[in-house]
């Protein structure tokens, strides 16, 4: 069973949501990350939502979410507003977060929502801070004049137009491991080239200043972190560094020749991963109330 619906944000913007599964089903909830949509997680949703209630939503500015003003107290607004929406009060769920969607939980870490509704937290190839001066996009040594173009690479205005092998060879190389199949590769193509550029470009301006080193520390329930060896956009140091920081890091699962799309590119083992996270952390409360 699926349904949509709209969450309303803080400032009015209306958020797009998908609910699948059954509705008396422990709740994940999933958060994109930039330039993609819902449909990031289609692997996810199709095996989860046989016994979850799998809760999807677009951020601002991407799938079916109109633009609005960007910036990480927004992406915490959204967050909470989509709990508020589809969760009973009290009512804990898996939230789980890919990239951008990973610093969405990390900027609502601190707040009500966040703490009435989360059990648990899975990280999927992301970090808190310093994102373009860590990027590997660049084959270039670590400095300024490699941070300055990769900020003017991920902040391009170019359009990315239409879907060709060519595109497909850059995006695999900037964002997916190298034995990536190649049809795994077209749908992370299709779904980053849908993103409009007005978007793709606001956002990736927020994620070049970002600084969520204090959502890390504020992130107090059990975490897991997922990242890829072959991530250029977002390293394994900042998987390192969140396992460190994180006050209940439960587990840092390194995925070997994973790039940064792990959840398409490895969504066994993240599919896998959710599932403990809620047996351990959803349904043994469940069943100890």
């Not at 040594?141 to 003017?152: E, M, N």
């Not at 990536?180 to 849908?194: G, K, L, M, N, Q």
């Amino acid at each position: 069973m699926s349904r949509t619906l709209t969450a309303v944000s803080a400032d009015g913007s209306p958020i797009h949501v998908e609910v699948h599964g059954p509705d008396d089903a422990p709740a994940v909830v999933l958060a994109h990350g930039w330039t993609c949509s819902t449909e990031f997680w289609a692997a996810q949703i199709a095996d989860l939502a046989v016994d979850h209630r799998v809760v999807a939503y677009d951020q601002r500015g991407h799938g079916r979410t109109a633009a609005a003003a960007v910036g990480t107290d927004a992406l915490a607004d959204d967050l909470e507003a989509v709990l508020r929406a589809v969760l009973a009060p009290g009512e804990k769920a898996l939230l789980a977060g890919h990239s951008m969607g990973g610093m969405t939980l990390l900027a609502a870490s601190g707040r009500a929502a966040f703490a009435e509704h989360a059990a648990a937290v899975l990280l999927c190839s992301t970090g808190s801070s310093r994102l373009v001066d860590e990027s590997l996009v660049l084959p270039m040594r670590a400095g300024r004049l490699r941070t300055r173009l990769t900020r003017s690479v991920l902040g391009a205005r170019a359009p990315l137009g239409p879907v060709t092998p060519i595109s497909r060879r850059i995006l695999k190389y900037a964002t997916m491991g190298p034995g990536s199949a190649p049809e795994r590769v077209a749908e992370c193509a299709r779904i980053v080239h849908a993103c409009p550029r007005a978007s793709r470009v606001a956002w990736a301006r927020v994620l070049a200043e970002l600084d969520l080193d204090a959502g890390v520390r504020e992130l107090r329930v059990p975490t897991v972190v997922v990242a890829g060896t072959a991530d250029r956009l977002t390293p394994m140091v900042h998987a390192r560094r969140l396992a460190d920081a994180l006050p209940q890091c439960q587990e840092f699962v390194e995925l070997s020749g994973m790039g940064h799309m792990t959840p398409v590119e490895a969504p066994e083992a993240v599919t896998a991963k959710i599932r403990e996270l809620v047996d351990t952390f959803v349904n043994a409360k469940e069943e100890a109330a």
